[in-house]
């Protein structure tokens, strides 16, 4: 239904346009401008609104990809400079910290907090307004619910989908944001890889890993192509389940390929690599979000019965 409504949303305008047009010349000469004119101007101003919705794309991509490029320091909102370092600001320091315990509160299980910290382009010099506050809670996942060492993968995978669900749903439920920034929890295992060039103890005051800004150029016409690989999949998708089609497939197989292209990126460049640019590129036009709105959707569908 997205497309259609695109569609029909453009036509609309299309029609205003034509409607104006006609009865501005009514209104000044008198005369009807016709059926076949009406018509001329009821297509050139659907194509002339459908023109300006791809500048208005295009010019988006090109502003999300500028918030990429290294600034000279970090954020003033979240840092202030003591001497030769960065430390985080304390009403800052001191929210996140009220912020952990009403999530721990809200996970309502026992468990020890080996470190909190802040994480992301927040953490470094890639901070923008698009940034979030990516605040991880680190735990021991053996630790949980006895100290005995989990051995089985399925009970590490249950206790993440557990803090992955509480998360899911404390984000949904709470709209937190700092000096602008969503703020946004994550529960890590001590032992889980993550890829950051910048990390802050919010627990301990201190960097856990110094951001170093990057002399590295970008380049942004690399980061649109390859985000706009996934993009042209992902309307597929849409086009797809518009026409009725299960996606469920096609869906697994991009998220997986997504997933993929990302870890590989990490691996090789870590944060800066095109391919996580790309991904936040993704994430940030509202494409991922798409995707997973079209995966609802279609489940959704699939489990009712309509008469």
């Not at 695109?6 to 299309?14: C, D, P, Q």
Request: hydrophobic share 40%; charged share 30%.
């Amino acid at each position: 239904m997205l497309i259609a409504r695109f569609l029909v949303e453009n036509a609309i305008r299309g029609f205003l346009f034509a409607l104006l047009y006609a009865a501005a010349k009514f209104f000044i000469t008198g005369q009807h401008i016709g059926e076949i004119v009406f018509l001329l101007w009821f297509v050139a101003g659907t194509m002339l609104s459908l023109l300006l919705k791809l500048i208005e794309a295009i010019e988006n991509n090109q502003e999300v990809v500028k918030s990429f490029e290294v600034r000279d320091t970090l954020s003033n909102d979240i840092f202030v400079k003591e001497g030769n370092v960065f430390l985080m600001r304390d009403e800052i320091r001191k929210k996140l910290l009220e912020v952990t315990d009403k999530f721990i509160e809200f996970v309502d299980v026992d468990f020890f907090i080996h470190d909190i910290i802040l994480t992301g382009s927040l953490a470094n010099y890639n901070w923008s307004r698009y940034s979030d506050v990516d605040l991880h809670i680190l735990i021991d996942f053996d630790e949980i619910d006895g100290d005995e060492k989990k051995e089985s993968a399925g009970v590490q995978t249950i206790i993440k989908n557990f803090f992955d669900s509480k998360r899911s749903l404390w984000n949904k439920q709470h709209d937190i944001t700092i000096k602008g920034y969503d703020c946004e929890i994550y529960v890590q295992d001590i032992d889980e890889k993550h890829h950051a060039s910048g990390v802050y103890s919010v627990l301990n005051n201190k960097w856990v890993i110094t951001p170093e800004k990057t002399t590295k150029s970008i380049n942004k016409e690399k980061i649109l192509d390859k985000a706009q690989k996934f993009e042209t999949l992902i309307d597929k998708i849409e086009s797809n389940f518009e026409k009725g089609v299960d996606v469920d497939s096609e869906i697994n197989s991009v998220k997986k390929s997504l997933k993929k292209f990302r870890q590989c990126g990490l691996d090789k460049g870590g944060e800066f690599s095109y391919e996580n640019l790309a991904f936040k590129l993704l994430r940030r036009n509202g494409y991922i979000e798409k995707l997973m709105n079209i995966q609802t959707s279609n489940t959704d569908k699939k489990l009712s019965i309509t008469q």
